[in-house]
């Protein structure tokens, strides 16, 4: 979340920020709960809240000595008792008063996005992003390039109709060939970002609400994850690894000689893509169910933004590796996540769609979801703690690689030619062929 006084302190240009981004005030307080919140005035009265109470308490204080002397001194203290009375029944008031509005201040700041860097371009939407830079050329197919959702099923490695008996839309079955192109994925990633400094992690797939609070998903986007109950426990299917990942900290604080800490983590992710239905409906490009490899990092406000390109250029080399065409993207201020600063997008060539598709989205959340989570670092020893900055990015989306592969290596007979640096995760395979 924001900061409430660099808000407070920063109107004007706070709430410019926000409307680049889509945002006004307006909109925030049509949200539920949020009717006439206005944190301007909440954090003034907060702070008169404060004082009167203060000054209430010093009363409570001075008048309980004034009333022990004159009990000592056999003196009457009915009058001073009365008026203690008063005071303490206002000091309860005040009191209540100031947490109802930390609560409300609390709602509101749970539900603004965090501010654009500075070096953002700024837009309405993904028609302001900017490419930086593109690797790798488009290879010309001596004949029509299919889509991966015909590929897959006519070499009987890709299912979309026995997944639609079991589950519904927008899931998928892989099989022999399709499936173990998949793992090898997984593996060769996990394996690439361990020898470049991150650790493996397998975390919980299901989180509480707390944990999805700490990276923002919650409170503003419930409508998008999948909720399951056992009793009275209630828990979530993790959107992404960037979740539990990001909240292995929690509450902490870490000495700055351990950070940067880098964590990677295969996954399964679960979303309901609200708000997404009649989009990319074929296919695996968009689905409830899918695995991914996530890279986070936690590190020092000084050294975040060139982390950021850290992370985006370990993520590149998946695509290097894998020799895939790709660009890479700086999203405007319309386009980027609830809890980024700064966003690349890296997006794979797919000849069977003939376009460019986002396979990894990197960010930098600044200390935004630090503030949430309650993730600190001291500089030195004895120094004040100060919160850290985080990032995350895809490295990658293994279900979209899969596709970039199947689509990139086609070959003239329906065959897909197996990219050399997954040979030793498939057994020395080199192409698949229908069963």
Request: glycine share 8%.
């Amino acid at each position: 979340m924001l900061d409430l006084r660099y808000l407070v302190e920063n109107r004007d240009p706070v709430l410019a920020m926000l409307e680049s981004r889509g945002q006004t005030l307006e909109q925030i307080q049509a949200l539920p709960g949020l009717a006439g919140v206005d944190p301007w005035a909440l954090d003034a009265e907060r702070r008169t809240l404060i004082q009167e109470v203060e000054q209430a308490r010093h009363r409570q204080r001075t008048a309980g000595e004034e009333i022990a002397r004159r009990g000592k001194a056999k003196e009457d203290a009915s009058g001073l008792k009365a008026e203690m009375k008063g005071v303490a029944e206002g000091i309860k008031r005040g009191e209540a008063r100031l947490e109802d509005v930390k609560a409300a201040l609390e709602r509101f700041l749970l539900v603004v996005p965090n501010l654009p860097d500075a070096s953002v371009p700024v837009g309405r939407d993904e028609a302001a992003n900017v490419e930086l830079r593109r690797v790798g050329e488009p290879q010309a197919f001596p004949f029509a390039a299919k889509a991966h959702w015909d590929l897959g099923p006519e070499l009987g490695i890709l299912d979309f109709e026995r997944a639609s008996t079991l589950s519904g839309a927008r899931f998928a079955v892989l099989w022999d060939a399709g499936a173990r192109l998949e793992r090898a994925l997984s593996q060769f990633m996990l394996d690439l970002h361990g020898g470049r400094g991150y650790r493996e992690v397998i975390p919980p797939y299901l989180v509480t609400a707390e944990t999805l609070t700490g990276t923002g998903q919650l409170p503003k986007f419930e409508g998008d994850l999948f909720k399951t109950s056992a009793g009275e426990r209630t828990l979530y299917l993790i959107p992404t690894a960037e979740v539990p990942l990001t909240n292995l900290h929690r509450g902490e604080i870490l000495d700055a000689a351990e950070l940067p800490k880098k964590y990677v983590a295969a996954t399964p992710c679960f979303r309901s893509e609200a708000g997404s239905y009649g989009k990319d409906v074929r296919g695996l490009i968009r689905q409830h169910q899918f695995h991914k490899v996530e890279l986070v990092k936690l590190t020092t406000p000084e050294s975040s933004a060139a982390e950021l390109e850290g992370l985006v250029a370990d993520a590149e080399e998946v695509l290097k590796r894998l020799d895939l065409p790709y660009r890479v993207i700086v999203l405007s201020t319309g386009d980027m996540g609830f809890s980024a600063a700064k966003t690349y997008d890296i997006e794979v060539w797919l000849p069977g769609q003939s376009a460019y598709r986002e396979i990894s989205s990197c960010s930098n959340c600044t200390d935004f979801q630090a503030r949430r989570a309650g993730l600190r670092y001291r500089p030195e020893p004895g120094a004040k703690p100060r919160f850290v900055h985080t990032l995350n990015g895809s490295g990658l989306a293994v279900g979209r690689t899969l596709v970039a592969v199947l689509e990139n290596y086609q070959q003239q007979d329906g065959s897909v030619v197996v990219p050399e640096a997954l040979r030793p995760y498939m057994g020395g395979l080199e192409r698949i062929t229908r069963r």
